[in-house]
Nanobody, 127 residues
Framework: QVQLVEPGGGSVQAGGSLRLSCAAS????????MGWFRQAPGKEREGVAA????????YYADSVKGRFTISIDIAKNTLYLQMNGAKPEDTAMYYC????????????????????WGQGTQVTVSS
C-alpha cells in the first residue's frame, strides 16, 4: 500500500521560513507527479506546487511563485516544500499528494487525478 506521512508543519511569523516534508512508502515515482495542496476552512483545496519524478518539471501557483520551492529526493523517498517569505494568507492545512499520471492531460496543480494523499499538516503564519 502507498502511504504518505507528513510530520507536523508548525507556526512561523510573517516573512519567516518553513520546510514541509512528505515521506512516501510503497510508491513508484516514475511517470507520476507529486504535489502539495492546501486548504483553509471554508475554502477550496488549492494546488500549491507539483513536480515530476525527474525533478525537471515543476509547477507553482501564482500566489507562491518566487517564495516556495518544491523538490524531491528519490533516494530518501521524500518530497519537500520549502516555504520562504511566508505570508498570513499561507495559513492552511497542507497536504502531500501523489499518483497523478504524467501521461494524462490533467493539470499537475489540479487535485482530481491524484490517487494518494497525506494526512495533512497545519501551517500557521502569524502577522
Amino acid at each position: 500500500q502507498v502511504q504518505l506521512v507528513e510530520p507536523g508543519g508548525g507556526s512561523v511569523q510573517a516573512g519567516g521560513s518553513l520546510r514541509l516534508s512528505c515521506a512516501a512508502s510503497g510508491y513508484t515515482y516514475s511517470g507520476y507527479y507529486m504535489g502539495w495542496f492546501r486548504q483553509a476552512p471554508g475554502k477550496e483545496r488549492e494546488g500549491v506546487a507539483a513536480i515530476a519524478a525527474s525533478g525537471r518539471s515543476t509547477y507553482y501557483a501564482d500566489s507562491v511563485k518566487g517564495r516556495f520551492t518544491i523538490s524531491i529526493d528519490i533516494a530518501k523517498n521524500t518530497l519537500y516544500l520549502q516555504m520562504n517569505g511566508a505570508k498570513p494568507e499561507d495559513t492552511a492545512m497542507y497536504y502531500c499528494a501523489a499518483g497523478h499520471p504524467v501521461s494524462t492531460m490533467g493539470r499537475p496543480l489540479g487535485a482530481g487525478l491524484y490517487k494518494y494523499w497525506g494526512q495533512g499538516t497545519q501551517v500557521t503564519v502569524s502577522s
